[in-house]
């Protein structure tokens, strides 16, 4: 079946302009996840969806940043103001989370250059 | 800060040979997950070990769990060209508050000579 996906692979904007990062989870997957990645780096968590409940925010950078996810299903990551410690991939993951499974399926990622 | 943290940050090996990477980690966890990255791509889940597994495996992937000190090993045995990548380990914290957030390290840069 289809993975996550991720639109756009790769976008480049100029400081000061407003991005939005689009996921696809897979569907019935009740877990999203964003995390960013810089060059040679682990993953920085920002924010996670479970369900109906409220979203932990907490990895959230500043309040430049902000996300959705509509209908259970598709997220955007949105970045207002973009800076150039912005630029980073930014991956989303789903998983089915439940007490036996923990997985996460990972998006190729958007590569975002801020310039 | 990060949750775990792999060791070496970078191996380099001839194909064949065997390969470590271990993970260490400072708060009590519900399981502890190996992915592996190649570049430019997603992230790829390996093998997932609950805190109270000590060994699993799957394939050529060897994940022991030693909670009393905090620590993961992940053992690629007979190495191939195509295990070159990126291997990061994931914790997830124990359970309280329904919380499912694993949390990465920065992960172990493995290169395979053929």
């Known amino acids: 079946g289809a993975g996550v996906s991720q639109s756009p692979s790769n976008k480049v904007t100029e400081k000061g302009k407003d991005v939005e990062l689009r996921c696809d989870p897979i569907s019935g997957h009740t877990a999203l996840y964003w995390y960013r990645q810089s060059l040679g780096q682990g993953l920085e968590f920002l924010i996670y969806f479970q369900g109906n409940s409220a979203p932990d925010k907490s990895g959230l950078p500043s309040d430049r940043f902000s996300a959705e996810r509509t209908g259970g299903s598709v997220s955007t990551l949105t970045i207002q103001r973009t800076q150039q410690e912005d630029s980073a991939v930014y991956l989303c993951a789903s998983s089915l989370v439940s007490a036996t499974s923990y997985e996460q399926y990972f998006g190729p990622g958007t590569r975002l250059t801020v310039t | 800060s990060q949750q775990g943290e792999e060791d070496p940050q970078a191996l380099s090996i001839q194909e064949g040979e065997n390969a470590t990477m271990n993970c260490s980690y400072k708060?009590?966890?519900?399981?502890l997950q190996w992915y592996r990255q190649n570049s430019g791509r997603g992230l790829v889940h390996l093998i997932l070990i609950r805190s109270n597994e000590r060994e699993k495996h799957s394939g050529r992937l060897r994940v022991t769990l030693d909670t009393s000190k905090k620590s993961s090993s992940l053992l690629i045995t007979a190495s191939r060209a195509a295990d070159t990548a990126s291997y990061f380990c994931?914790?997830?914290?124990?359970?309280?508050?329904?919380?499912?957030?694993?949390?990465f390290g920065r992960g172990t840069s493995l290169i395979v000579h053929p």
């Open positions: 994931a914790t997830v914290a124990s359970l309280s508050g329904g919380s499912y957030i694993p949390t």
């Open positions: 708060t009590s966890i519900n399981n």
